[in-house]
């Protein structure tokens, strides 16, 4: 996948299936990979409606209901997120760490934090203020 970007989606979809044939209803397996790109693909704002603007063609309904509404038993996907997850890390050893320190942070509104720089990844980020317990 290195150097090639035209079909990211195409990518992401065929990554996506083991987990979107795990999902119970037609329209979250329609909506999943929807989802996702909208994540993790191009556009600063990541709430449903520009999502639904970039992804879905503006069809903020179908995208929203998709996230917010009703219950639905995420068993499932996560028991496919446990054997993609060993694929790639294997081992009955093996430990997953996700960590998200490095994502910068945007905005100005830090809850028991303040603004300082990351040296390591050279950009803005935040610490915990010494003053919050």
Known sequence: MVGRTSDWRGDLG????????RLDHKARRQMCPLFVS????????????????RVALGDYDQLHHFIA??????GP???????????????????????D?????????????????CVGAGQDGELPDPGCR
């Open 101 to 117: 320190t490095a994502i910068p942070r945007k905005g100005t509104a830090f809850g028991g934090c303040r603004r300082a720089v």
């Open 69 to 74: 509404a009703g219950l639905w038993d995420a």
């Open 38 to 53: 909208g994540l993790i693909g191009p556009g600063d704002r990541k709430s449903v409606q520009p999502m639904a603007e």
């Open 14 to 21: 065929r990554w996506l299936k083991p987990f979107r044939d």
């Open 77 to 99: 996907v996560e028991a496919e997120l446990l054997v993609q997850a060993d694929k790639l890390v294997g081992g009955s050893d093996a430990v997953l760490v996700i960590d």
